[in-house]
């Protein structure tokens, strides 16, 4: 039943990523510096292997945080909403932001990611707890 829980957590976090990142994609695009054709997709965007990574890390994501809930006791929706929280806007996000500091990237990207971090660490705490 964890493991089942764990992948219903990534699912969530996943499909606010796709909402997330269809919505923000012209802007998003823009901030990574990916070149677009005519109909604003980007250049090459054949390729499937960034979803299957971006999933893979959002079990391993999700798995982590159940550990940490058991381990820290965190079982109400409240708890799982701030510990989500704090995971996505407190690990997760500043991370990206040293790396992109590094890399010379546009502060822009990282709030655009930064955003997919937070809400999708929060889902996935809210569906720890509810489940």
Partial sequence: MGFLIVIVAAVAAYAFGAVWYTTMSKPWSKAAGLAVDANGK?????????FVVGFAAEVLVAGMMRHIFAMSGLDTLPE??????????????????????????????????????????????????LL
Avoid: E, K
């Fill in 80 to 129: 799982g909403i701030m510990g989500g929280f704090g995971i996505g806007a407190f690990l997760i996000t500043p991370w990206v932001a040293m790396n992109y500091a590094f890399a010379a990237r546009p502060y822009r990207l990282t709030v655009l990611d930064g955003v997919n971090s937070v809400v999708g660490c929060t889902l996935m705490g809210v569906v720890l707890t």
């Fill in 42 to 50: 980007p250049v090459g965007s054949g390729n499937a292997m960034p």
